[in-house]
C-alpha cells in the first residue's frame, strides 16, 4: 500500500469552527489531491497541488483552502465549517498527472 | 462537460462473471481507470487502460474501452463474494494540452455477490 496517512480518522465538531485535515505521505510523490465522497456523486475534487506551494481548486472548492508548505503534507482547512461539509474525505497522491493517484484510508467529518 | 455514469447496483451469484459498464463525455481523458472500494475503506486501484488501447486483461479482469461510443466496462471472471464492493469508474481530462491529473468519479456500482 502507498504511504498515506490522513489524521484525524474521525472527527465531529460544531457549525462555525474552524478545522483542519492533514495528508502525510512517504513516497515523495509530487501530485496530492483532497476529495470529498458524498452519497450519490461518487468523489469529487476540492484542491490539489502539483509542488510545495503550487496548488489550484477543484470543482467543489468553495469554503476550503489548501496549504503545501513540504513535499509531504498537504492540509486542507474548512475556516468555518457549515452542515453541508459533513463528509468522508479522501487524500490522494500520484507521481505525476499521467500516473494513478493511490487513496488513503479517508478522514469522516461530521459538523453538528 | 465532464460526466461519468455508471449503473448503480449489480446483483451476480458467486461463479458468474460481472460485467461493470460506465460511459463518461470527455474525448480528451487520456487514461481511465477503476477503482473497487470495500465498506469503511478508501478506494483501491484495480486496473486503468489508456485511451489508445481497446483492451487490457489482468488475471480476472478485462477492461474493454469503446472510444467511439465513450463507454468503459470492466468484467470479472469467476466473482468471488470477496469482490463485493463499491466500483467507481474514473476518466483523467486534458486540461488544455496537458494531463492535470484530476480525475472525474462515477458514482459507483455496488456489486453483491450471493453465495
Known amino acids: 500500500d502507498a504511504g498515506i496517512t490522513q489524521s484525524p480518522r474521525h472527527k465531529v465538531t460544531e457549525t462555525g469552527t474552524p478545522v483542519t485535515l492533514r495528508c502525510h505521505q512517504t513516497?515523495?510523490?509530487?501530485?496530492m489531491y483532497w476529495y470529498r465522497q458524498d452519497p450519490g456523486h461518487g468523489l469529487r475534487l476540492i484542491h490539489y497541488?502539483?509542488?510545495?506551494?503550487?496548488?489550484d481548486k477543484g470543482e467543489v472548492s468553495d469554503g476550503y483552502s489548501v496549504s503545501r508548505s513540504k513535499t509531504e503534507d498537504f492540509l486542507l482547512t474548512l475556516e468555518s465549517a457549515t452542515s453541508s461539509q459533513t463528509s468522508v474525505y479522501f487524500c490522494?497522491?500520484?507521481?505525476?498527472?499521467?500516473?494513478?493517484?493511490?487513496f488513503g484510508d479517508g478522514t469522516r467529518l461530521s459538523i453538528l | 462537460g465532464e460526466d461519468v455514469e455508471q449503473s448503480l447496483f449489480l446483483s451476480v451469484r458467486e461463479g458468474d462473471s460481472s460485467v461493470i459498464n460506465c460511459t463518461y463525455t470527455?474525448?480528451?481523458?487520456?487514461?481511465l481507470y477503476w477503482y473497487k472500494q470495500e465498506p469503511g475503506a478508501g478506494l483501491q486501484l484495480l486496473t486503468y487502460?489508456?485511451?489508445?488501447?481497446d483492451m487490457k486483461q489482468d488475471q480476472r479482469l478485462t477492461v474493454l474501452l469503446n472510444k467511439k461510443d465513450k463507454h468503459l466496462s470492466l468484467r470479472i471472471a469467476d466473482t468471488q463474494t470477496g469482490d463485493s464492493a463499491i466500483y467507481f469508474c474514473?476518466?483523467?481530462?486534458?486540461?488544455?494540452?496537458?494531463?492535470?491529473?484530476?480525475?472525474?468519479f462515477g458514482q459507483g456500482t455496488t456489486l453483491q455477490v450471493k453465495p
Open positions: 490522494a497522491i500520484s507521481e505525476s498527472s499521467d500516473q494513478p493517484q493511490h
Open positions: 513516497e515523495n510523490h509530487r501530485y
Open positions: 497541488s502539483y509542488g510545495v506551494k503550487d496548488t
Open positions: 470527455d474525448s480528451s481523458s487520456t487514461y
Open positions: 487502460i489508456f485511451s489508445n488501447m
Open positions: 474514473a476518466e483523467s481530462p486534458l486540461g488544455g494540452t496537458s494531463n492535470t491529473g484530476k480525475l472525474i
